[in-house]
């Protein structure tokens, strides 16, 4: 079967967590989880550009924005990905967190693109385009 569980508003991330189940009417019929995960908080950043169905050209200049007013710390790491996510290669090392830069679109044609924008301090804080982009 299944059950919709609403995740508990927690004081803190966790990252050790296990759901237990048991038959209400005789507790020796029970599982947990196979292994742990973790409760995080949303990200405290938002990609506003590129977000996706963007055609780029090769080799240009483009804006990458977002949006991060109550990002904990004032850097970001800024990554691209042309396999949808699968590999991700670091274009901005611990730029400040100005909601803007400048990348410089990379001779790799593809339509799986992504962007990521990270907090430095957080590596658990960031966002990545909500669909893929293609370079031309």
Do not use: H
């Amino acid at each position: 079967g299944k059950y919709s569980w609403k995740v508990p508003k927690l004081k803190k991330a966790a990252s050790k967590c296990i759901i237990k189940i048991s038959d209400v009417g005789d507790n020796s019929i029970s599982d947990i989880s196979n292994g742990k995960f973790s409760i995080k908080f949303p990200s405290t950043i938002k990609i506003t550009t590129p977000n996706g169905g963007e055609r780029i050209k090769t080799k240009k200049g483009v804006y990458i924005s977002w949006d991060a007013p109550k990002m904990e710390g004032d850097k970001v790491n800024i990554y691209y990905s042309t396999d949808d996510g699968f590999t991700w290669v670091e274009t901005n090392k611990g730029i400040k967190n100005s909601g803007t830069t400048i990348w410089k679109v990379p001779n790799k044609k593809s339509k799986k693109c992504l962007i990521k924008v990270e907090n430095t301090s957080d590596p658990e804080d960031f966002d990545i385009s909500d669909r893929n982009f293609t370079i031309r």
